[in-house]
């Protein structure tokens, strides 16, 4: 569509631009517009398509590699590499092959090649799922065709770029490419910005709602464990209360005590008193798993009794190993014994963290959510994730990447470097981590997968992404019947112009009726110029009429001015001759004309005179003779047609001057005549000695008769 000629090697102007635009691409890549979860918006390909304009297709694809190569890094795969070269080298081809647009060829390549390799690489190769496939197909060709777009725009309306040569011939635009460009910029920039506000919006109140999710979740959980908590740790308080009003001597009564209170919460693995020296003196269940004795067990090495001496106020201890009573991972709560302000000894219970387990497990709502719980040290206690493994140290900071929302709740993905964008989003997590009290100082860790709300606006975008293509198909079929039905007049209105530089084929082919147009200006300026053509066609009639007469007079001309050349042939003949007989005659003789310029002299005239006759040529005679009238004498030479003669004095000597008119062939005095001085020694001079001072000849002269 229009001109488009490209060319396919750089040429060394202007390499600055060329680098502009490469870093300009790099940047449109860098900072680009995210979506959501690994799905971006990019910018480069408008740099490479202007390129690829501007200096050919091999520059093109240069940029596209380079532009698009920022994509390795933010998405954690190659092949957006190589569709994007293919998408440079694709457009680059049809550029030169077809008289498409760069918006036409572009979106030709998204529809048949474009999508098919997406769906190669990132279905077959990498084995996404296809509802994460599609939406990278729709998205790609939406972000393909609106770079095309603005690419074009940037083309055509700015001065800088459009003026730019290809080939060294200024690119002109088609109206009808514009009007196609802005059209689909009409209705895609619309569509586009609605599902982008609308996504980001639905995307808004998801994390809203998973946030609040979150939170409510963990309070309710956590107001569950802190009033479990509390029932064990007043069990555990009463023991020892019970146990320091006693002897520690009276063992059955202790181990009666112990094995009640041990009873009634069956998520205690064990219970024990010890003294204060941290001895068993009372322990239920009395022998372990292994068969041992339970009593007479020393634990005054346990961090938990240190701080019972030393605080004097029941201890939450880490999650530990236990030994001697039960050999897994267990949280130690115990209560001192304080007798008349002495301690004397501590109440224990082993808290199953079996137990725990299903306790949060009833908040997962069947494994939706994921609840991990932890000690004062990150150290796990019990959580519903497989692998999550009780005294094995957790803490998210360390394992990825964290993106704040707020104090307790954040979104984390994985630190995975060659994962997939999409694919680390599809394993990162929304996660709300609160301390569940002062008395109870656990984490509850609360996560939400975000592969469950990746799949709403996976599908969500879905629909926003079809909308857009099907809108931007509808408006490419209408555009392509509507914006050449717009320019017809214009373009009829060309090809009549083209015809004004002939005459012939504007006067003499049929009439023809110029389209109408709906457009009020464009109607208007074709009945202006059907007025002008009719003008125009009178005018050239007239002209016509005018040049055969004007050829008729150029004929007579041409006759007239073929006698003037004959007539002029001899005037130089006779010119010829009557110089000859200047030179042939010994008395002093001159040619002058009207305004008394000497034209010629004979030798005898240079003797007399005492100067050459190159000298003579070209002077007035009243420069040569100062002294005498001869100005006065040529004029009525001239005037009267008859030969003059006079006596004049010429270097101090009388000398008898004669006047000769020169004759035409038809009679007519001519432009010069003969000034002709008789020497006062010779015979004629004689002979003029009796005659008057001054005469007229009727008789012939001297010299004879001259004529021309």
């Known amino acids: 569509m229009g001109d488009t000629t490209h060319h396919s090697v750089w040429q060394p102007r202007e390499p600055l631009l060329l680098v502009f635009l490469l870093l300009l691409g790099f940047v449109g890549n860098y900072f680009s517009f995210p979506l959501f979860f690994g799905v971006d918006f990019l910018f480069g390909s408008i740099s490479s398509l202007i390129i690829l304009s501007l200096y050919g297709p091999a520059w093109g694809v240069v940029s596209a590699i380079a532009v698009s190569s920022y994509t390795y890094p933010l998405w954690g795969h190659p092949y957006a590499i190589v569709i994007f070269t293919l998408e440079l080298v694709t457009v680059g081809i049809c550029l030169q092959k077809s008289r498409r647009s760069l918006l036409q060829c572009d979106a030709a390549f998204w529809v048949f090649l474009g999508i098919p390799a997406v769906f190669l690489f990132y279905f077959l190769i990498m084995q996404m799922d296809l509802i994460s496939t599609?939406?990278?197909?729709?998205?790609?060709?939406?972000?393909?065709?609106?770079?095309?777009?603005?690419?074009?725009?940037?083309?055509?309306?700015?001065?800088?770029?459009?003026?730019?040569?290809?080939?060294?011939?200024?690119?002109?635009?088609?109206?009808?490419?514009?009007?196609?460009?802005?059209?689909?910029?009409?209705?895609?920039?619309?569509?586009?910005?609605?599902?982008?506000?609308?996504?980001?919006?639905?995307?808004?109140?998801?994390?809203?709602?998973?946030?609040?999710?979150?939170?409510?979740?963990?309070?309710?959980?956590?107001?569950?464990?802190?009033?479990?908590?509390?029932e064990r740790r007043h069990a555990v308080e009463e023991l020892a209360s019970l146990a320091g009003q006693l002897p520690l001597a009276e063992t059955e009564t202790l181990q009666?005590?112990?094995?009640?209170?041990?009873?009634?919460?069956?998520?205690?693995?064990?219970?024990?008193?010890?003294?204060?020296?941290?001895?068993?003196?009372?322990?239920?269940?009395?022998?372990?798993?292994?068969?041992?004795?339970?009593?007479?067990l020393n634990?005054?090495?346990?961090?938990?009794?240190?701080?019972?001496?030393?605080?004097?106020?029941?201890?939450?201890?880490?999650?530990?190993?236990?030994?001697?009573?039960?050999?897994?991972?267990?949280?130690t709560l115990s209560a001192p014994m304080i007798v008349a302000d002495q301690f004397k000894g501590f109440a224990l219970?082993?808290?199953?963290?079996?137990?725990?387990?299903?306790?949060?497990?009833?908040?997962?709502?069947?494994?939706?959510?994921?609840?991990?719980?932890?000690?004062?040290?990150?150290?796990?206690?019990?959580?519903?994730?497989?692998?999550?493994?009780?005294?094995?140290?957790?803490?998210?900071?360390?394992?990825?990447n964290l993106k704040s929302y707020g104090p307790s709740f954040f979104l984390w993905s994985p630190a995975a470097q060659n994962l997939p964008a999409m694919t680390r989003f599809k394993k990162s997590l929304y996660v709300n981590e609160e301390l569940i009290s002062g008395h109870l100082p656990w984490k509850i860790i609360v996560e939400y997968?975000?592969?469950?709300?990746?799949?709403?606006?996976?599908?969500?975008?879905?629909?926003?992404?079809?909308?857009?293509?099907?809108?931007?198909?509808?408006?490419?079929?209408?555009?392509?019947f509507i914006s050449p039905w717009l320019a017809r007049p214009l373009t009829h209105l060309a090809s009549w112009t083209e015809r004004?530089?002939?005459?012939?084929?504007?006067?003499?082919?049929?009439?023809?009726?110029?389209?109408?147009?709906?457009?009020?200006?464009?109607?208007?300026?074709?009945?202006?110029?059907?007025?002008?053509?009719?003008?125009?066609?009178?005018?050239?009639?007239?002209l016509e009429k005018r040049s055969e007469e004007t050829e008729r007079v150029n004929v007579e001309l041409k006759t007239?001015?073929?006698?003037?050349?004959?007539?002029?042939?001899?005037?130089?003949?006779?010119?010829?001759?009557?110089?000859?007989?200047?030179?042939?005659?010994?008395?002093?003789?001159?040619?002058?004309?009207?305004?008394?310029?000497?034209?010629?002299?004979?030798?005898?005239?240079?003797?007399r005179l005492d100067k050459p006759v190159e000298k003579m040529i070209g002077k007035r005679l009243s420069d040569l003779f100062p002294d005498a009238a001869i100005a006065h004498d040529i004029s009525e030479v001239f005037a009267t047609g008859t030969p003059l003669r006079r006596e004049i004095e010429v270097q101090e000597?009388?000398?008898?001057?004669?006047?000769?008119?020169?004759?035409?062939?038809?009679?007519?005095?001519?432009?010069?005549?003969?000034?002709?001085?008789i020497s006062p020694t010779s015979d004629a001079w004689r002979h003029a000695c009796n005659a008057p001072r001054k005469w007229r000849l009727s008789e012939p002269s001297p010299v004879g008769s001259l004529t021309i």
């Open 299 to 331: 634990f005054s090495d346990r961090d938990y009794y240190k701080r019972l001496k030393a605080e004097r106020h029941p201890v939450l201890s880490e999650v530990l190993l236990g030994r001697g009573g039960v050999f897994s991972p267990i949280v």
């Open 500 to 542: 004004m530089p002939d005459p012939e084929r504007l006067i003499y082919t049929e009439e023809e009726t110029l389209p109408e147009s709906a457009v009020t200006e464009i109607d208007s300026l074709m009945s202006n110029f059907a007025v002008m053509k009719s003008a125009l066609k009178s005018n050239f009639l007239e």
């Open 449 to 480: 997968p975000v592969a469950r709300q990746q799949e709403v606006l996976y599908s969500l975008y879905n629909r926003y992404l079809s909308t857009i293509l099907i809108f931007t198909a509808v408006t490419f079929l209408l555009t392509a």
């Open 653 to 677: 000597r009388i000398s008898d001057t004669h006047y000769y008119p020169g004759f035409d062939s038809r009679g007519n005095v001519y432009k010069w005549l003969y000034l002709f001085w």
């Open 134 to 230: 599609s939406v990278i197909m729709l998205k790609q060709c939406a972000n393909g065709i609106f770079n095309a777009l603005i690419a074009s725009l940037l083309i055509n309306l700015l001065p800088a770029l459009r003026m730019r040569t290809i080939i060294g011939k200024a690119r002109t635009i088609p109206l009808r490419e514009i009007l196609f460009n802005f059209m689909i910029a009409l209705v895609l920039f619309p569509v586009l910005g609605i599902m982008i506000v609308e996504g980001r919006t639905a995307m808004r109140r998801m994390e809203q709602g998973v946030a609040a999710n979150l939170k409510t979740l963990s309070a309710d959980a956590s107001r569950h464990l802190e009033a479990w908590f509390n």
């Open 349 to 400: 219970a082993a808290l199953d963290l079996t137990h725990l387990r299903h306790l949060i497990d009833q908040y997962s709502q069947q494994g939706r959510y994921q609840i991990t719980l932890c000690d004062q040290d990150q150290h796990i206690i019990t959580s519903t994730v497989p692998g999550r493994e009780a005294m094995q140290y957790f803490d998210h900071r360390q394992t990825g």
């Open 560 to 607: 007239k001015i073929r006698e003037l050349e004959t007539a002029r042939k001899a005037v130089l003949d006779s010119e010829g001759k009557a110089l000859s007989m200047l030179n042939s005659i010994t008395e002093t003789l001159m040619l002058v004309d009207e305004e008394g310029t000497v034209l010629a002299a004979n030798p005898s005239a240079a003797k």
């Open 256 to 296: 009666s005590s112990t094995e009640i209170v041990k009873r009634m919460f069956p998520d205690f693995h064990n219970m024990y008193v010890a003294d204060q020296g941290g001895t068993t003196v009372a322990f239920y269940p009395p022998v372990n798993e292994k068969g041992e004795s339970t009593i007479g």
